[in-house]
């Protein structure tokens, strides 16, 4: 019978006996932790996971309610296109529709869409056909290719529209709009004659030929524009691209029924050209803007793998030599050849090399070699842990030092790729808020349309022809200012990220401002956040002799404790070994007090617990006190006490000797981020919980749990365990995620809002909404400060349209206005939104 999987995050508890005072089971007392403190918060345990299911079921589509059969699989798919809260309830609606899927989710913050489906019934390009209607594309999320499709096609769609816009633009300019103004720079003859073609056959087709290309325009250039008043129509959801279709729509129709029915018409062509350009130029730069944003994370790391070196030929790869590595130096295998074979096709039992530096594949089982290795990527843990035959080894980790022979797990997967579904998971349920000014045109766009039709119904009324009557309709259309509105918020938004990318700081969406304010609680991850995430001797109460010495034994060893040691030594003659670990960039390594050259190192040899050598002659040990015990060398109680002490308030400890006896100890920590105090107290002062998540033991986290702006402290979580951690979190208000590993990914995606270090891996980049490239934690703060300018800046714009529309369209009711002077008005607000958004957010 299999164990329970864990109360908070649903992991397996084989092998683990946390329980609390109510009989439920955890896997680690991290979990436990966090249920007994956020467990009855607002709703219990059983409400948090049923609303994370329905997320990841659909919980905005028709497939929100269906069960999910066993047998049925969930693709991811990226879409190019969503850019609004309907777009995601027609995706859904779409995909759930489709023969052989049982659920649905999508989310326009990530352009992700999960289904799930029968992988009998319909494959996955069928998935991809179907969503990929009404101008939407969707593909597989690694496919860069349909990316770059997508990306060339907007582009395409822009300069399509400029063109054509300006071709039409110049007739209007040149020939149309002096017969409505008698321009000074024709003569009177002139005029004359352009009126008489107006009103000739070749004036019908000159109209034509007006009318085709506004046509390209507005169904090319505008497609997006069109789409997304389709599906706001659609699911009953006025938004901004529904009021900017009716205007440019209702200025086509009228000028297409003037020129078939009217001799010598007056057409509104430039009306729809103007609306449809200046709109998607506007929203196209919002896009560069976050495109040349992105560019900046090109270089991040990418830790999941896709090959593995398996053996061949039945041996168990046995390792000699310094560390765990072959005499040769690198590696060597005794009895058996590798194969380099993708992921894929490893099967439960296959035997893995893994050396020093690579990736341990998926999860199994270490068979022989020893190893420091690193699961901070997945763990959160910032200290490798030695591993050795019959210890489990987690799929995504690295190997520090030594090398192993792992054997597959039963279900052949890794711990990182299930770390990854999970960021996906919460990715596509992660639905986006309704933009301010779509919010807005539910309420406008029906008020303006009931307005233009009982003015052009009063105008009937009162006996006027149909043709005055459609004309004070269309002058109230447009009038109303959808350019204004338009760009209101993708222009100060755009802002916002041109002045974020000023200072470092990316923007991934377009929503990141709206959803930033009101924030309640920011929850910062441990290791890589608030530390650098590096290690460095901290304090040595060793002489500098000594310290040179186990430096040179230590540059022998791939451990990062070993590596943060050999880079301590001291800087002259009278510089102690104190003030050398303060200040480890001073001296090169090994370099002893007065500038002598780097010891001699022989008969290296790596431990279990540390290493040991021949310096200058001198033996020396350098690792925990058991070692000592170990090889019979004495260790003074005073070096026992300094070890606990330092191991207590989560440092490392390392116990340095020669000749028999230790000394003194060498303390290694992960060095606290600059700024951290100030970044914390300051958002504490504006009223937001701070709270700290990390996967590392309790006592590496005492600093934090002592300090007085931070509220609460979780320690010891997994990163399943963080994600539910942040949902808790979330039922007592908006939850703003801090974090830079791998581990910290479904953290991310979980939260309303996910904020990444730049200096941290690509998966939580891609489950974030922001990163901070320079690694610079006081930028959380001006994220914060950037969102309250750019919502101020968004108000204000929607102010002034609004204010616009409060004079001119009483004006385009009463018929003092035509739509050729509306159009111009329209351009004039636009321009000020323009100006207005053009100013910086901040002042430096």
Not at 8 to 19: A, F, K, Q, R, Y
Not at 51 to 59: L, P
Not at 409 to 423: H, I, K, N, Q, Y
Not at 596 to 624: C, I, K, L, N, W
Request: glycine share 10%; with cysteine; aromatic share 6%.
């Amino acid at each position: 019978m299999s164990a329970p999987d864990c109360t908070l995050c649903e992991l397996p508890t084989d092998g683990v006996d946390v329980v609390d005072d109510d009989g439920n089971e955890f896997c680690c007392t991290g979990c436990r932790d966090v249920y007994e403190t956020l467990g009855d918060a607002d709703v219990d345990a059983e409400t948090v996971r049923e609303r994370r299911r329905s997320s990841e079921a659909g919980d905005a589509g028709d497939g929100a309610d269906a069960a999910v059969p066993d047998d049925h699989e969930a693709t991811f798919l990226e879409v190019d296109g969503m850019h609004c809260a309907t777009c995601e309830a027609f995706i859904e609606t779409v995909a759930t529709d489709t023969e052989g899927v049982s659920a649905a989710s999508a989310s326009y913050v990530t352009d992700t869409v999960r289904i799930d489906h029968d992988p009998g019934a319909v494959s996955t390009d069928d998935l991809s056909a179907a969503v990929s209607g009404l101008g939407y594309s969707a593909y597989d999320r690694d496919d860069a290719f349909s990316r770059r499709q997508a990306d060339n096609m907007a582009t395409a769609r822009l300069a399509a529209g400029v063109l054509v816009g300006m071709a039409v633009m110049l007739q209007y300019i040149v020939i149309i709009y002096p017969t409505y103004f008698a321009f000074p720079f024709y003569n009177e003859r002139t005029l004359e004659y352009l009126n008489e073609a107006m009103s000739s056959t070749s004036g019908t087709y000159f109209f034509i030929v007006i009318a085709v290309l506004t046509t390209v325009v507005l169904f090319v250039t505008g497609k997006p524009i069109l789409r997304g008043a389709y599906v706001s129509a659609k699911t009953r959801s006025p938004n901004m691209d529904l009021l900017v279709a009716i205007a440019a729509v209702s200025a086509y129709v009228y000028s297409t029924l003037a020129v078939i029915f009217v001799e010598s018409p007056s057409i509104y062509y430039d009306v729809t050209v103007a609306i449809i350009v200046i709109v998607t130029v506007g929203n196209h730069y919002e896009d560069s803007i976050k495109k040349r944003a992105t560019e900046l994370l090109s270089d991040l790391t990418a830790v999941q793998v896709d090959s593995a070196r398996r053996l061949v030929g039945g041996g168990e790869g046995g390792f000699g030599g310094e560390g765990g590595v072959g005499a040769d130096g690198e590696g060597a295998v005794t009895g058996a050849d590798t194969e380099e074979v993708a992921i894929d096709d490893l099967a439960p039992g296959d035997r893995l090399l893994v050396r020093a530096g690579e990736r341990i594949p998926v999860d199994g089982e270490a068979i022989a070699g020893d190893a420091a290795v690193d699961e901070s990527v997945v763990t959160g843990e910032s200290m490798p842990v030695r591993k050795t035959p019959g210890d489990a080894v987690v799929g995504g980790s690295v190997v520090a030092d030594g090398s192993l022979t792992v054997e597959v797990g039963p279900d052949a997967t890794s711990s990182l790729d299930r770390v990854a579904e999970l960021v996906w998971d919460l990715q596509s349920g992660n639905h986006g808020v309704q933009k301010l000014a779509d919010r807005l045109a539910t309420i406008f766009v029906p008020a303006v349309l009931a307005v233009a039709l009982l003015a052009a119904g009063a105008n009937l009324a009162l006996g006027n022809g149909v043709t005055e009557a459609m004309l004070v309709g269309l002058t109230v259309l447009i009038v109303s200012c959808p350019c204004a509105l338009g760009l209101a918020t993708p222009l100060a938004v755009a802002a916002g990220i041109r002045d974020a990318l000023e200072r470092s700081i990316v923007i991934f969406d377009d929503t990141v401002f709206e959803r930033l304010r009101g924030a309640d609680t920011v929850v910062f991850d441990k290791t890589g956040t608030l530390t650098t995430g590096e290690m460095r001797v901290v304090s040595a109460d060793v002489d500098d002799d000594l310290l040179r010495l186990a430096a040179a034994v230590e540059e022998r060893s791939a451990h990062p404790v070993g590596q943060a040691i050999a880079a301590a030594r001291a800087s002259d003659g009278t510089a102690g070994a104190a003030d050398a670990a303060a200040n480890p960039d001073s001296a090169s390594p090994a370099v002893a007090d007065g500038g002598q050259d780097p010891a001699s190192v022989t008969d290296f040899e790596s431990h279990a617990r540390g290493v040991s050598g021949v310096a200058d002659g001198v033996e020396v040990v350098v690792g925990h006190p058991a070692l000592f015990d170990e090889r019979g060398w004495a260790v003074p109680d005073g070096v026992r006490e300094a070890v606990a002490a330092a191991r207590d308030v989560g440092r490392v400890p390392v116990a340095v000797g020669r000749d028999g006896a230790a000394e003194g100890v060498v303390v290694v920590g992960d060095e606290l981020r600059e700024g951290w105090e100030e970044t914390v107290t300051e958002l504490a002062d504006s009223g937001v919980e701070v709270v700290v998540l990390t996967g590392d033991d309790e006592r590496a986290a005492t600093v934090f749990s002592e300090h007085d702006a931070i509220s609460s402290v979780f320690a010891g979580v997994p990163p399943e365990g963080k994600a539910e951690t942040v949902e808790r979190l979330k039922t007592r208000g908006r939850t703003v995620m801090v974090g830079d590993g791998t581990n910290d990914a479904p953290a991310l995606a979980a939260a309303d809002l996910g904020v990444a270090l730049g200096g941290g891996t690509a998966m939580a980049a891609d489950a974030a909404d922001v990163a901070i490239v320079d690694d610079d934690l006081g930028s959380v703060a001006t994220v914060f400060e950037l969102s309250r300018a750019a919502g101020r800046r968004v108000k204000g714009n929607i102010g002034w349209a609004f204010c616009y529309n409060a004079v001119a369209i009483p004006l385009a009711v009463t018929g003092l206005l035509n739509p050729l002077f509306a159009a111009v008005a329209m351009g004039a607000s636009s321009l000020l939104v323009v100006t207005n958004s053009s100013r910086a957010l901040l002042d430096d």
